[in-house]
């Protein structure tokens, strides 16, 4: 069994910069993303990475602006958010998979409780 619990999220001013973490226990070595969601909307992929770190996607959305991190030592994952925007505004959940599919939601089995990220304009 696996047990995500992230942490980080909190109130910005627009351009500002927030880390979430995203803490794992049980199995390990498990390809992490991170996904988006909300309120009205569908939960939309942010970002990911593969279990060794050696591979990472993010969606077009954030790309320039937010990247991805883990250190396997901790088993943390970090999704590092810069020049964030109103529209950025959402529950953020992370997500494990034993399978690098990258967005595709369907195959993250395990997800966190999430964490609020608002963006005040």
């Known amino acids: 069994q696996v047990q995500l619990e992230e942490s980080g999220g909190g109130l910005v001013q627009a351009g500002g910069s927030l880390r979430l973490t995203c803490t794992a226990s049980?199995?390990?070595?498990?390809?992490m993303g991170w996904f988006r969601q909300d309120p009205g909307k569908e939960r939309e992929f942010v970002a990911a990475?593969?279990?060794?770190?050696?591979?990472?996607a993010l969606a077009d959305s954030v790309k320039g602006r937010f990247t991805i991190a883990r250190d396997n030592a901790k088993n943390a994952v970090y999704l590092q958010m810069n020049s964030l925007k109103p529209e950025d505004t959402a529950v953020y959940y992370c997500a494990a998979s034993q399978y690098w599919k990258i967005s595709k939601i369907d195959e993250y089995r395990y997800w966190g409780q999430g964490t609020q990220v608002t963006v005040s304009s």
């Open positions: 990475i593969h279990w060794s770190g050696g591979s990472t």
């Open positions: 049980g199995r390990t070595f498990l390809n």
